[in-house]
């Protein structure tokens, strides 16, 4: 029977995840059960009791505190039972599976068995601050300082080979064995020995949300891959760590997973929106648009002396560089496969690195273009076009026409201010090499567009008039006619890539294109 009293709203504001967990139950029973529409065994019930007893007790002080979230997920990692979280406890008394501890050596055994204790504590939702919890190193570090195992972990990490060059301190406790540091990203700070496992955790907790499965396991696993990159970082090589791009305005449709040359794509589930993507009006949208790539991102850390920034590696120094060729080859791919469909503009929105020390989230959010009302469907049907572009991509010199795939996402960006129409119509001149001949453009454009090239010649030469006007200050259409003229131009440069990719491939990047082109006809 469900329990006869209410369920406080600030217990239910915590999350079905961890009434799961404790009650050893499935997600969906989670949620009837914070209606009061679920029959729950006694053992469940007397659970519940107790985890509501808890929190109320524990509300009770934070309110006294002055500052409830504060001071109320700060004392909830305390709360041990024996040698174990009481969260652990409950989920065993209820029949709750807790697996084996994995690991090939002492120190990933003692973080697996780490991780498996702190796992529920990740599953609570903390209010209005979504991150406030499970980003907060500082209630983590103290939570494992009281566990009877925290000793012997310090002690595996000071005497772990691949960690002797991020200590330069050695303190007479965890928080005073500390050493500076600085990471290919740009970032700088200082880590301690006591903040160390922390932020492995966090970070693979982080790892674990944005791929979407959730599970003890998972999260074991996921903090031991965590663990090897840091280990391989702080031993100075460098490592792959996990990417994410997402992306707006296409969908996968007919399958959650798509493995291609620039990583995984991966389409939105409801976990994975609502942890990368957080406002719930996006969230709603996403079930139905967008998808993210899941790539690798070279990544290094200098720790003592701090390096300079030309001082890093090459591969680190060119992963930026790699990181916007693939987002803007998996751009062009897919306006390559549905460009018949005058389809809107597929683009980043938002990047997340995932490194094993960060304490702050690495993700940023993109100036990306606007959103579609219509999305692309990326369905099993255009797979095979998808392969053989990326393909084509792949074995084409594209560096010359590098500028015009950065305007015309820039145009796309701004389809409707005189910036975005000017960058589409550079875009087109770059396609062609055409600097003082552009007003051969075109010529150019009717020896290589075949079929409707008489509509495409035209919009050239008006498109150089509207240069012109643009120029000379004459332009004085309102924001409607400049984004049809905009996305006009937008179209007539993808179809004209389409073109050149298709039949001119080693004239991509070829200085003497346009006259080469027009030659040809």
């Known amino acids: 029977m469900p329990l006869k009293e209410p369920i406080p709203n600030f217990v239910k504001a915590m ?39 808890l929190c109320r007790q524990m509300r009770a002080v934070a309110v006294s505190q002055g500052d409830i979230e504060q001071s109320f997920f700060h004392r909830l990692p305390h709360v041990l039972h024996g040698e174990r979280h009481i969260f652990t406890v409950w989920h065993k008394q209820n029949n709750g599976r807790v697996i084996n501890t994995k690991g090939s050596d002492a120190l990933s055994k003692s973080l697996a068995a780490l991780a498996l204790d702190l796992y529920p504590l990740f599953l ?12 907060a190193s500082g209630y983590l570090s103290a939570a494992i300082s009281h566990l009877p195992s925290s000793k012997a972990l310090y002690r595996q990490i000071l005497e772990d080979l691949s960690f002797e060059r991020i200590f330069e301190a050695i303190g007479n406790s965890p928080s005073e064995t500390w050493g500076h540091y600085a990471d290919s990203n740009g970032r700088r700070g200082i880590i301690t020995l006591s903040s160390l496992p922390a932020a492995i955790l966090i970070n693979s907790y982080d790892l674990m949300r944005i791929r979407g499965p959730v599970s003890q396991e998972t999260f074991v696993d996921t903090v031991l891959e965590m663990l090897e990159i840091a280990r391989s970082v702080a031993d100075g090589e460098v490592a792959q760590i996990p990417l994410f791009v997402g992306f707006r305005n296409a969908s996968l449709t007919d399958l959650d997973e798509l493995d291609t040359k620039w990583g995984t794509l991966r389409r939105y ?20 648009s967008g998808f993210m790539l899941e790539s690798g991102f070279a990544y290094a850390v200098n720790s ?4 300079e ?68 469907e990326i369905s099993n049907d255009v797979l095979d076009d998808l392969e053989s572009w990326s393909l084509r991509l792949e074995d084409t010199d ?15 960006r701004q389809p409707e201010k005189l910036d975005g129409l ?34 495409a010649i035209q919009l050239a030469k008006t498109l150089e008039q509207d240069w012109a006007l643009i120029l000379s200050g004459e332009a004085w259409w309102d924001a409607e006619e400049i984004r049809d003229k905009t996305l006009s131009c937008i179209s007539l440069c993808l179809t004209c890539l389409h073109h050149m990719y298709l039949k001119y491939p080693t004239l991509v990047s070829d200085p003497e294109r346009l006259e080469r082109i027009i030659a040809s006809s």
């Open 15 to 53: 999350g079905h995840r961890v009434i799961s967990y404790i009650l050893n139950v499935s997600e969906p029973e989670a949620r009837q059960i914070l209606q009061q529409q679920f029959a729950l065994s006694a053992k469940q019930k007397d659970t519940l009791a107790s985890y509501i007893q």
């Open 124 to 135: 609570v939702k903390a209010g209005t601050r979504p991150h406030l919890f499970y980003r």
């Open 269 to 288: 589930t409801p976990s994975i929106a609502e942890y990368v993507l957080q406002i719930p009006s996006q969230m709603a949208k996403r079930k139905d």
């Open 304 to 307: 003592g002396d701090l390096l």
């Open 309 to 376: 920034d030309d001082d890093w590696p090459d591969e680190v120094q060119d992963a930026e560089n790699e990181k916007a060729s693939t987002e803007l080859n998996i751009t062009l791919c897919i306006a390559m496969c549905f460009l018949s469909e005058s389809s809107p503009f597929v683009a980043p929105e938002w990047v997340w690195r995932v490194d094993p020390f960060s304490l702050e989230s690495a993700k940023e959010w993109v100036d990306t273009v606007q959103e579609a009302e219509y999305p692309l």
């Open 398 to 412: 594209s560096r010359g026409i590098r500028i015009a795939f950065s305007r015309l996402f820039c145009a796309a």
């Open 422 to 455: 000017l960058d589409s119509i550079l875009a087109l001149r770059n396609l062609f090499g055409a600097g003082a001949d552009a007003n051969r453009l075109s010529d150019a454009i009717g020896a290589l567009v075949i079929g409707g090239s008489d509509e």
